[in-house]
């Protein structure tokens, strides 16, 4: 019963390749959130979907593109993966773009 | 949002009462403060969150000062469970630019 999950937990991967994590919430929320948190563990807001349209696009590279089918689902696509990438990318959810946010275990990707 | 500032770490001992302290000397009137936590290698939960009264939930109490410049979290009876870094953030209830900033936060370990 888990409320945010999100797939694959573990990513590595080439320098160059295209990924992408998923994101899957059950706690009926309407708005999803992908946050990213760096080697020196600051964690920065990248997206955020209220009832599948964006509303947050924080200076994220184009490389990076949110796709939510509903609103139950935030998934996030790389392309052209690069070393700088590597960090924890978290996925989140709320109600109504409250601050009070639910976050997924994290998906912990490594670019060689 | 205002800023906050947090001791980089502290110390409890097991079982007694762990006192966070975060300064938001800046903070408006309309300006919520929020807790969060995060236990190594996991996303961050939500602890509490307060505007001017004090707050308590089955986590923890937050003690927010008259002049609203500075706050305390409390957790009453810690445990070796509570050891995390403790994120002290000041949001803005309305507006479009809703999100939470993270900053580096307290690294809180509860020694047995």
């Known amino acids: 019963d888990t409320a945010v999950s999100q797939t694959p937990k573990y990513l590595v991967t080439q320098m160059g390749n295209d990924k992408s994590i998923k994101c899957e919430q059950n706690l009926g929320h309407d708005t999803m959130y992908w946050y990213k948190q760096d080697s020196k563990k600051f964690l920065k807001i990248m997206f955020s979907y209220n009832n599948k349209e964006l509303i947050i696009n924080e200076t994220v590279p184009n490389r990076f593109s949110p796709k939510s089918p509903d609103k139950a689902h935030l998934n996030l696509h790389i392309n052209s993966l690069e070393l700088g990438d590597s960090a924890v990318y978290f996925c989140a959810s709320s109600q109504e773009r409250q601050f009070t946010q639910y976050f997924g275990p994290g998906t912990r990707l490594l670019v060689l | ?112």
């Open chain 2, 1 to 112: 949002d205002a800023k906050t500032t947090q001791p980089p770490s502290m110390d409890c001992a097991e079982g007694r009462a762990a006192n966070l302290p975060c300064n938001h000397s800046t903070i408006s009137g309309n300006e919520y403060v929020y807790w969060y936590r995060q236990i190594h290698s996991q996303g961050p939960q939500y602890i509490i969150h307060g505007l001017k009264n004090n707050e308590t939930n089955e986590m923890a109490s937050l003690i927010i000062t008259e002049d609203r410049k500075s706050s305390t979290l409390i957790l009453p009876h810690a445990t070796l469970r509570d050891t995390a870094v403790y994120y002290c953030i000041a949001v803005i209830s309305s507006g479009s630019a809703r999100q939470l900033t993270f900053g580096s936060g307290t690294q809180l370990t509860v020694l047995p």
